[in-house]
Antibody
Framework: QVQLQESGPGLVKPSETLSLTCTVS????????LNWIRQPPGKGLEWIGYICYTGNTNYNPSLKSRVTTSVDTSKTRSSLKLRSVTAADTAVYYC????????????WGQGTMVTASS | EIVLTQSPGTLSLSPGERATLSCRAS???????LAWYQKKPGQAPRLLIYGASNRATDIPDRFSGSGSGTDFTLTITRLEPEDFAVYYC??????????FGGGTKVEIK
């Protein structure tokens, strides 16, 4: 069974780059597109973007200028980089696997809290 | 850009009662592309319903989804204590951004 796990620093200084990794176990990103989603404290879910095993990417227009995603050659780790962070980027960040069959996110990581603060 | 509006914002109900949650799209969407998730504090979202009306794996049959066009509904027939959570609808049509509704919180009355 495929599982996802986010990892990375819990604290990032304003204006710096947030970097997170999503590790896939029990499978690889060959079977789905890996999405990043966040939830600011007390707010709803916000889609950041995705990267597929083909290298195809798609990002939320509101974040596109600051976001980069990548997948390693083993197709078991994906990274998210968000540049020039502000306090508004403070959130729990999730990686999630998209199912083309269900047309929904059917695999989620547990999430990791990132705080943008000096 | 499709916007999903969920109502009510909060639903105060007792265990055993029926919950009816609404998700309205700003324009008509394909039923195949509407999903519902349950979100509890400190936990990842959990897929409940996909394709507007298909229950995901291991989801109890007290959860059901319906609707078409711009109006979709998630119904929980008899609320169990573990059902008190926030529920989100979601849509994706390959045109960014992928949309989530603002959520409906189902709380214990």
């Amino acid at each position: 069974q495929v599982q996802l796990q986010e990892s990375g620093p819990g604290l990032v200084k304003p204006s710096e780059t947030l970097s997170l990794t999503c590790t896939v176990s029990g499978g690889s990103i060959n079977s789905f597109c890996l999405n990043w989603i966040r939830q600011p404290p007390g707010k709803g879910l916000e889609w950041i973007g995705y990267i597929c095993y083909t290298g195809n990417t798609n990002y939320n227009p509101s974040l596109k200028s600051r976001v980069t995603t990548s997948v390693d050659t083993s197709k078991t780790r994906s990274s998210l980089k968000l540049r020039s962070v502000t306090a508004a980027d403070t959130a729990v960040y999730y990686c999630a696997g998209w199912s083309d069959q269900k047309w929904a996110f059917d695999i989620w990581g547990q999430g990791t809290m990132v705080t943008a603060s000096s | 850009e499709i916007v999903l509006t969920q109502s009510p914002g909060t639903l105060s109900l007792s265990p055993g009662e029926r919950a009816t949650l609404s998700c309205r799209a700003s324009q008509s969407v394909s039923s195949n592309k509407l999903a519902w998730y349950q979100k509890k504090p400190g936990q990842a979202p959990r897929l409940l319903i996909y394709g507007a009306s298909n229950r995901a794996t291991d989801i109890p049959d007290r959860f059901s989804g319906s609707g078409s066009g711009t109006d979709f509904t998630l119904t929980i027939t008899r609320l169990e204590p573990e059902d008190f959570a926030v529920y989100y609808c979601q849509h994706w049509d390959n045109s960014p951004p992928l949309a989530f509704g603002g959520g409906t919180k189902v709380e214990i009355k």
